[in-house]
């Protein structure tokens, strides 16, 4: 999955009708211009208004995930997708990528606002490597001397903690579920 920006998606509609005729005659449909699926449907449909009953291709889009389109279908889940990720930065939302890719979370069939409840629960946050996320959690979540902290050994510390309870991509940290 690429990292997309949902509020950026667009879709090239044109229809199986014309494309069968020779003829690529479409219109690039900016997503932000409409609240629903239902919405960008009637905007298709005036595209093609000169066809009695348009059977839409989308010949080509961007920032969109696949799981979410094809040539002939956008999923009824973009939508709401689009809406609960606002609420997240937009390292938030690169991160939120990458975790679905991982986790192999399902964008067409699970539910918006539990995808966002179970990133929540798992990311950490985005770090230069494993080992700064070790020396940021012992720094956070442990009370060493400063003179034991000198003989810490952080690399290990972060292999162990990567072995089987974090994982890391992309910079991002998240914790197995």
Known sequence: ???????????????????????LFG???????????????IACK????????????????????DSLICESWLSEHFF???SALEELSDTEQEAFMVWCNNSSHDLDTE?????????????YGEFDS??????????DCYNLP????????????????FIGDYWYDAGFVFRCA
């Not at 219109?27 to 449907?41: P, Q």
Request: proline share 4%; glycine share 4%; charged share 35%.
């Open 80 to 82: 709401p997708l689009r």
């Open 46 to 65: 005036d595209l093609h208004s000169n066809e009695p009953d348009p059977e839409f291709m989308f010949q080509d889009w961007e920032n969109v995930p």
């Open 130 to 139: 494993e080992e700064d996320f070790a020396c940021q959690l012992i720094e």
């Open 1 to 23: 999955m690429r990292m997309e920006n949902l509020n950026e998606a667009r879709i090239y509609v044109g229809t199986y009708e014309k494309y069968n005729n020779g003829s």
């Open 146 to 161: 400063e003179f034991a902290l000198t003989y810490f050994d952080y690399g290990k510390f972060a292999r162990d903690l």
């Open 111 to 123: 539910n918006c606002s539990d995808l966002i409840e179970s990133f929540r629960d798992e990311y």
């Open 27 to 41: 219109k690039w449909l900016d997503l932000s211009d409409y609240a629903d699926k239902e919405e960008f449907m």
